[in-house]
């Protein structure tokens, strides 16, 4: 089945930067999106920011200006640019790829375990 790996998380000063990275492993699997969701202690997890192959890229409004999400040219693996950190980005990041297997007609979304970030000073 799809498996969904991210990395990158880590401990940065506010104002500082961190890349995230997600790596899908399929052979037969089409990725039609990869996007990420956080969710902070207390709070309900929330999208972050999304690539949709057929829809473009979809980001949360407190965001916007400050991370970018990307694909490779395989379309398999997706990054999180996060720039001018806050304390309240503080979360741990979850990615996702929404795949199809057209070959068995399968569609469906696979998780990764998530990376934890945090702004401190």
């Known amino acids: 089945q799809v498996q969904v790996v991210e990395s990158g998380g880590g401990l940065v000063q506010p104002g500082g930067s961190l890349r995230l990275s997600c790596a899908v492993s399929?052979?037969?699997?089409?990725?039609?999106?990869m996007g990420w969701y956080r969710q902070a202690p207390g709070k309900q997890r929330e999208l972050v920011a999304e690539n949709i192959n057929a829809g473009g890229t979809n980001y949360a409004n407190n965001v916007k200006g400050r991370f970018t999400i990307s694909r490779d040219s395989a379309r398999n693996t997706a990054y999180l640019q996060m720039n001018s950190l806050k304390p309240e980005d503080t979360a741990v990041y979850f990615c996702y790829a929404a795949y199809s297997d057209y070959v068995a007609s399968v569609e469906g979304r696979s998780w990764g375990q998530g990376t934890q970030v945090t702004v401190s000073s």
């Open positions: 399929r052979s037969r699997f089409t990725i039609n999106a």
